[in-house]
C-alpha cells in the first residue's frame, strides 16, 4: 500500500477504508523515551507522575543514584525501583507499530531517530488509535491477544526441554555461580544472576508457602527450586501454581509475593530481580512466597 501518498503535505493523520492512517511524526510525542530518544524499549511508568521511559534507561537512572523522575524531578523515596511499572499498554502500542523497533530488538539509536524524523507513515489498526494511543493500547492490552498468542505461538517451536514452562529443569543451571571467562559463546550471566542462553533469559526461582497462613500451608508441597524463561509473569506463575497445589479448591487463587510485597500479575521475574532485589548475588535463586486465596 502506498501510505506515503494518503497524507497530505499538512497532515497529520487520515482516515482511509476503515484504517487511521497517522504520520510516525506525530506518535513520537506519546512513543520517545527522554532518556535516550529511541522509541520505548519495554515501556516503564513511573507511578506517582506518569512519566514513561525505557526499562533499561530508568533502571540506569536509579542505578546511578538519582530518586527523582527525569522528566518532572518528582521525588521517589528512598527506594525509587518500587515506584515503576511495566506499561503492558504502551509496550504493546509500540510493538504494533514499530515492530522492527519493539522491545528485545534494540536497534541502533541512530537508525531509529533516523525513523522518528522520515515522514513514514504508520497505519493503526482501528480508528482513534493514534489520537488515544493509550486508550486503544489499553483496551488491546486488557484483551490480552497479540502478546500471548505470539508467546504460545514462540513456544511451540521449542522443544520441551527449552520451552520455559514453569517448573522445566533446564541445562542453564549449570551455568549459574561459574567462573564467567569459561562460558560458551551463546551463554552469557548478568550480575544480577540472570543467564542467557541463545538470547534468551533464564532464571532460577523458589517458592515458599506463607508461613503465616494456615489454609496455604494444608496444600501439598511443591518442588521449590524452579527454573524458568525470566519472561515468564506473575500471573502465570500463579495459574500454574494453582493448577498444582489447589486447582480442586472452589474459588482458590494464588497470590505470590516477593519480600512482603503482593507482586503486580503482569510483573516478570525479571522485572522484579531488576527492581526490587538489590542485594542479589549472581548465585542466589529467587525467593517468593505464595499464599491461598478464596473468593
Ligand atoms: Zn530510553
Ligand atoms: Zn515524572
Given amino acids: 500500500m502506498a501510505s506515503a501518498s494518503v497524507l497530505g503535505p499538512e497532515q497529520d493523520a487520515v482516515i482511509q477504508g476503515g484504517k487511521l492512517v497517522v504520520r510516525t511524526r506525530a506518535l513520537n510525542a506519546y512513543l520517545v523515551c527522554e532518556l535516550c530518544n529511541g522509541?520505548?524499549?519495554?515501556?516503564?511508568?513511573?507511578?506517582?507522575?506518569?512519566?514513561?521511559?525505557?526499562?533499561?534507561?530508568?533502571?540506569?537512572?536509579?542505578?546511578?543514584?538519582?530518586?527523582?523522575?527525569?522528566?518532572?524531578?518528582?521525588?521517589?523515596?528512598?527506594?525509587p525501583f518500587t515506584a515503576i511499572r511495566q506499561d503492558m499498554a504502551l509496550k504493546s502500542l509500540v510493538e504494533r507499530i514499530?515492530?522492527?523497533?519493539?522491545?528485545g530488538t534494540e536497534p541502533s539509536r541512530k537508525k531509529k531517530r533516523k525513523r522518528?524524523?522520515?515522514?513514514?507513515?504508520a497505519t493503526a489498526a482501528g480508528a482513534g488509535a493514534a489520537e488515544t494511543p493509550t486508550n486503544d493500547a489499553a483496551a488491546a492490552a486488557e484483551a490480552g491477544e497479540p502478546e500471548?498468542?505470539?508467546?504460545?505461538?514462540?513456544?511451540?517451536?521449542?522443544?520441551?526441554?527449552?520451552?520455559?514452562?514453569v517448573g522445566d529443569v533446564s541445562v542453564t543451571t549449570k551455568y549459574l555461580g561459574m567462573d564467567k571467562s569459561a562460558l560458551?559463546?551463546?551463554?552469557?550471566?548478568?550480575?544480577?544472576?540472570?543467564?542467557?542462553?541463545?538470547?534468551?533469559?533464564w532464571v532460577k526461582f523458589a517458592v515458599h508457602p506463607d508461613p503465616n497462613?494456615?489454609?496455604?500451608?494444608?496444600l501439598p508441597s511443591i518442588a521449590s527450586v524452579m527454573q524458568t524463561k525470566a519472561s515468564i509473569d506473575?500471573?502465570?506463575?500463579?495459574?500454574?501454581?494453582r493448577k498444582k497445589l489447589c486447582r480442586n479448591i472452589p474459588g482458590a487463587k494464588i497470590e505470590i509475593l516477593f519480600n512482603g510485597e503482593v507482586c503486580a500479575p503482569e510483573f516478570s521475574l525479571e522485572f522484579i530481580i531488576k527492581t526490587r532485589w538489590h542485594s542479589?548475588?549472581?548465585?542466589?535463586?529467587?525467593?517468593?512466597?505464595?499464599?491461598?486465596?478464596?473468593?
Fill in 116 to 121: 522518528s524524523r522520515s515522514k513514514s507513515t
Fill in 184 to 201: 560458551p559463546p551463546n551463554v552469557s550471566v548478568s550480575s544480577k544472576g540472570i543467564v542467557t542462553v541463545d538470547n534468551v533469559d
Fill in 98 to 103: 514499530f515492530p522492527n523497533a519493539g522491545p
Fill in 39 to 79: 522509541y520505548f524499549r519495554n515501556a516503564t511508568t513511573v507511578s506517582e507522575c506518569l512519566h514513561t521511559f525505557c526499562e533499561p534507561c530508568i533502571l540506569r537512572h536509579f542505578d546511578s543514584g538519582s530518586t527523582k523522575c527525569p522528566t518532572c524531578e518528582t521525588d521517589l523515596g528512598a527506594d
Fill in 280 to 295: 542479589r548475588d549472581s548465585a542466589d535463586v529467587l525467593d517468593l512466597t505464595y499464599r491461598m486465596i478464596q473468593s
Fill in 213 to 218: 497462613d494456615a489454609a496455604t500451608l494444608a
Fill in 148 to 165: 500471548a498468542k505470539r508467546a504460545r505461538k514462540l513456544e511451540n517451536k521449542k522443544s520441551a526441554a527449552q520451552s520455559g514452562r
Fill in 234 to 241: 506473575i500471573k502465570r506463575l500463579a495459574k500454574h501454581l
